[in-house]
């Protein structure tokens, strides 16, 4: 490496600047789930704690629907695994990206790897290299702000009302859209885009649980892999 | 009483479960050859993982669709806050109106 590092004060304040806009809009849902989490039993205490062992939001809120108590492990584990299969391939792309890190912060680097995380910092890496001070200066903001939030929401019970009503559910899809329009490449993109929606709305439709993500990740990947013209970079 | 045994276990499950699936992309990447067709796939993979977990949610109904499509047109334009901002706007408000 012949370039300079750059400031590690700058490169973790660039990285909880590109978490802000989820950081945000994850509010409203921490403190939904905590509530929920409340009703369903779970002392705010395990809440934190589920937000500080787990930090995966969508397993968190299918967890807390499907929880009773006594909590059946087996059957939570499982669902968790379906829902988070995703991961595996974030990860595997993720991990390309981890030149700067040592053995240790790859490890602490993917068990906060949220979808969120993951998306900014897979965004970062097309502009320039990725450092672990922009990497956790992002996901600790995020997962401290999780932490409070879900407790904060066990603590208070049903404060909010449903965030569906408010377009808050939006926000998600319009962070990952406004991210996607980083990775275009014209044609190529469309080709791997339209495979990975039509294969993830169609197992969406047809199959119950988590399923879609895996499907139509593998159906955009798949054409990449096998249209010649797809797979060129732009 | 502010925490159960059974409570526990599951949490554990549930953290041992997400990480292993999070790591096991780490192995699985030094498995993966570096050119040809799967670097194609590699490279196609940011966009394609992020337009999958959306699709269902972007295309879940009419309001949903519209939304999806001032969100696109504020992405070639605006930074990602005001892209949340035109996201959120859009959603609540053709909700309303659109059933």
Redesign the interface.
Known sequence: MTTAEPSIRREAAAGMLAIAPAALAVIPFGLILGASAAEKGLSPLETGLMSTMVFAGSAQFLAVELWTTPAAWAALAFATLLINLRHVLMGASLARRLGRFGKARRYLAVFLMADEIWAVAEHRVLRQPLTPAFYFGAGLLLYANWLVTTTAGALLGGLIEDPAAWGFDFAFTAIFIGLVAGFWRGRTTLVVATASALGAILAHALLPGAWYVVIGAACGVATAALVPAAGKRA | ????L??????????????A??????L???Y?P?HG???????????????????????AGPA?IL??AL??L???RLP??G??A????????L?RFLI
Do not use: H
Not at chain 2, 38 to 50: E, K, N, Y
């Open positions: 009483m502010s925490f159960t059974t409570t526990l276990i599951a949490l554990a499950a549930m953290a041992l479960v997400t990480f699936t999070r790591a096991a992309g780490l699985l990447a030094t993966i570096s067709r799967s670097r194609a796939a590699l490279d196609a993979l940011p966009a394609a993982v992020l337009i999958a977990v959306i699709a269902p949610a972007a295309t949903e939304a999806s969100t696109i504020a992405a070639c990602l806050l892209v949340v035109v996201g959120i706007v859009s959603a609540t408000v909700r």
